[in-house]
């Protein structure tokens, strides 16, 4: 049987860049803290456990005083930024340059109308931890559309300015893009900015061609990640035996059963070793059952 992992998934820039800053604190030996998981993936959290590294929310966060606390990749609002001015508090900011960027332009965005008659729309999903980065660059005034269909509750005779969550699908925006087109009123601006990361974004047409060359997906993936979920939509679509998996104790032999070919892939929040160890487990399988 070919097991074939594909090179296109595993971590984005972003990602590889919070954990090595992560690693690299750990390693000299110093207590560190990570405010929120650092990527979506138990497996990867469990492994920086093991090394020393402690997660915790927001409350905890602002009970703390003089530590060290690592940011993840997502972002954060001013307000945590403000509470280690006020908490001693050393920061080891891995926010991903690109959401970073993001914050930046919504900012000015919102900076630049003082009397908030513009509408800040995020193209989203509500409660992700960039999306609460990215409203709190707007001191919470920012509309969040999690679908196309949400974007009725819009007011179109006041001016939108749209931007999207870093992770959406391409797909998703254009929809929302075209809808207000349609609706809004000719006397008021629509100004949009596709904020899609193209790291993301290119992997969806990739990971569709991957799913269609083999007999049988495995895509393995944290349960939290918003990016996993839309990439695994994608296999399914092309490959009705896809299946995501967290570990690779989660593969079950039925699903081999008359297969020639098997893919392992991932989301960009998924480590290379963990689909490595999904290929041992494949390789166990088929093993024991010859």
Not at 75 to 92: D, F, K, Q
Not at 133 to 149: C, F, K, S, W
Not at 230 to 248: G, K, P
Request: negative net charge; proline residues 3%; hydrophobic residues 35%.
């Amino acid at each position: 049987m070919e097991i074939e992992i594909d090179q296109g998934s595993g971590f984005c820039f972003g990602v590889t860049r919070a954990i090595s800053k992560a690693e690299e604190e750990l390693g000299s030996g110093g207590q560190l803290y990570c405010l929120g998981d650092i990527v979506h993936n138990g497996q990867e959290c469990s492994r920086l456990q093991r090394m020393g590294l402690i997660t915790i929310d927001h409350t905890q966060y602002n009970q703390l005083q003089d530590a060290t606390v690592l940011l993840r990749a997502h972002g954060e609002p001013p307000g945590t930024y403000r509470t280690a001015t006020t908490n001693r508090l050393t920061l080891v900011d891995a926010t991903c340059p690109v959401v970073l960027h993001l914050q930046e332009r919504i900012k000015r965005e919102y900076d630049t109308d003082p009397h908030h008659e513009r509408q800040i729309v995020i193209f989203g999903k509500n409660g992700h931890a960039e999306v609460l980065g990215l409203v709190g660059q707007t001191n919470g005034h920012a509309i969040v559309i999690e679908r196309p269909e949400e974007v009725e509750k819009l007011d179109f005779n006041r001016d939108i300015c749209l931007y999207s969550q870093t992770t959406k699908s391409l797909e998703g925006f254009r929809q929302v893009v075209g809808y207000i087109q349609q609706h809004i009123s000719p006397n008021v601006t629509f100004r949009y900015y596709d904020t899609i990361c193209r790291q993301v974004a290119n992997r969806m047409p990739h990971i569709r061609q991957f799913a269609s060359r083999h007999d049988v997906v495995l895509f393995v993936c944290g349960k939290k990640s918003s990016n996993g979920k839309a990439l695994f939509e994608q296999c399914l679509a092309v490959n009705a035996r896809s299946y995501m998996i967290d570990a690779a104790s989660e593969i079950e032999s039925r699903w081999l059963a008359s297969c020639a070919s098997v893919g392992i892939c991932g989301a960009t929040s998924t480590p290379k070793w963990l689909m490595e160890e999904c290929k041992v487990r494949i390789e166990e399988l088929l093993g024991s059952h010859e």
